[in-house]
């Protein structure tokens, strides 16, 4: 009987894989709370504060192995400090989707669920799936990013303090809501300062928004947002393009079954930057304005269609965006009036 294998062992399966060229990779799940951190190393357990000293700690710890590779999940941001961390140590990270990892315990029978369980769920995890390295975000991309974020908070505040004024009959509550709303006025503009700061000083951030903003129906902060909620725009394929904003429609059919199909996954906020987009292109782009009215012409639903024409639209964007990476560099021309123009077909 061949001796079984311990669950931080990796044994290659493909020869031609970039990490049988160097030493065996060693998975060390890390399961992430906002207090502290459950990390499963070569069969044993140990727990470090979420904070500066703990996750120096904890890097320490994982330097000392040769070929590390941790693993850990997307969890809301708490998992930001920490990868940052690592990737400034140069220890390989991978943040991995929760419910991919779930689903694989689940698989195995697993239904208990504790801190040291979910760590060694991700050791076994990276073992048996050997997810790609997390690549670092540049300065420029987590600005944009925090800055981004801001400004889609601040645009909510600013829509349920209106919604709320209109329910208010006092003057002071009133006088209260209209100073609220001046202020998030001013806070909304100044983001946008700091946004046209950030373009001007990354040519190719500015670059980038500007051909996504030349699309007609596109907005200069729809393209920010995309950019910042989906920053592999530009490198991915048509299918990734749709999968990653979740708009790819899955098929569910199983025996004598016909589901219909239906989007799912991917990123939620990709989907509400490109929702008004789509809907201004279904009027001001020619191209998009007929596809729309074709889908609805064959008794498509409204939303159907209009999920039609998101994914199309998104894709394009990909493809203006890998256009622009292969032009050659041109030189600094002085701000022009843009023309919009439609989606090519």
Not at 298 to 306: D, E, F, H, Q, Y
């Given at each position: 009987m061949p001796k079984?294998?311990?669950?931080?062992?990796?044994?290659?399966?493909?020869?031609?894989?970039?990490?049988?060229?160097?030493?065996?990779?060693?998975?060390i799940g890390v399961d992430i709370a906002k207090a502290?951190?459950?990390?499963?190393?070569?069969?044993a357990q140990f727990e470090f504060a979420n904070t500066?000293?703990?996750?120096?700690?904890?890097?320490?710890k994982v330097r000392r192995v040769p070929g590390a590779r941790v693993v850990?999940?997307?969890?809301?941001?708490?998992?930001?400090?920490?990868?940052?961390?690592?990737?400034?140590?140069?220890?390989?990270?991978?943040?991995?989707?929760?419910?991919?990892?779930?689903?694989?315990?689940?698989?195995?029978?697993?239904?208990?669920?504790?801190?040291?369980?979910?760590?060694?769920?991700?050791?076994?995890?990276?073992?048996?799936?050997?997810?790609?390295?997390?690549?670092?975000?540049?300065?420029?991309?987590?600005?944009?990013?925090?800055?981004?974020?801001?400004?889609?908070q601040l645009i909510n505040a600013q829509a349920v303090a209106k919604a709320q004024a209109e329910h208010h009959g006092a003057p002071f509550v009133l006088q209260q809501h209209a100073e609220l709303l001046t202020h998030y006025q001013a806070q909304i503009k100044a983001v946008e300062a700091k946004l046209e700061a950030l373009q001007e000083r990354d040519r190719t951030l500015q670059q980038r928004v500007q051909r996504l903003d030349a699309i007609a129906g596109?907005?200069?902060?729809?393209?920010?947002?995309?950019?910042?909620?989906?920053?592999?725009?530009?490198?991915?394929?048509?299918?990734?393009?749709?999968?990653?904003?979740?708009?790819?429609?899955?098929?569910?059919?199983?025996?004598?079954?016909?589901?219909?199909?239906?989007?799912?996954?991917?990123?939620?906020?990709v989907r509400v930057a490109l929702y008004m987009s789509a809907l201004s292109a279904t009027r001001c782009n020619p191209i998009l304005k007929a596809f729309y009215q074709g889908?609805?012409?064959?008794?498509?639903?409204?939303?159907?269609?209009?999920?039609?024409?998101?994914?199309k639209l998104v894709i394009h964007m990909n493809n203006e965006l890998?256009?622009?990476?292969?032009?050659?560099p041109a030189e600094e021309k002085k701000k022009t009036t843009k023309t919009k123009y439609s989606v090519a077909k």
């Open positions: 079984a294998e311990s669950e931080h062992t990796y044994r290659p399966r493909n020869p031609s894989h970039p990490m049988t060229k160097n030493t065996v990779p060693v998975y502290t951190l459950q990390m499963h190393l070569l069969g500066p000293a703990g996750r120096a700690k904890m890097c320490e850990c999940e997307a969890t809301g941001g708490y998992e930001q400090a920490l990868v940052a961390d690592l990737h400034q140590a140069k220890i390989p990270v991978s943040v991995v989707n929760p419910a991919r990892v779930r689903a694989a315990a689940q698989a195995k029978g697993q239904r208990a669920k504790s801190d040291p369980i979910d760590a060694r769920g991700l050791t076994d995890y990276g073992a048996r799936y050997q997810p790609a390295p997390t690549p670092p975000r540049s300065k420029m991309q987590l600005e944009l990013a925090a800055l981004v974020q801001w400004l889609k596109v907005g200069a902060r729809t393209a920010l947002l995309l950019l910042a909620y989906l920053p592999e725009l530009g490198s991915l394929n048509r299918r990734q393009a749709a999968a990653l904003s979740g708009l790819a429609p899955w098929t569910r059919e199983s025996g004598t079954m016909k589901g219909k199909r239906c989007i799912g996954g991917g990123r939620a906020d889908l609805i012409s064959r008794n498509k639903p409204g939303k159907v269609a209009l999920t039609a024409v998101m994914r890998k256009k622009l990476a292969a032009e050659p």
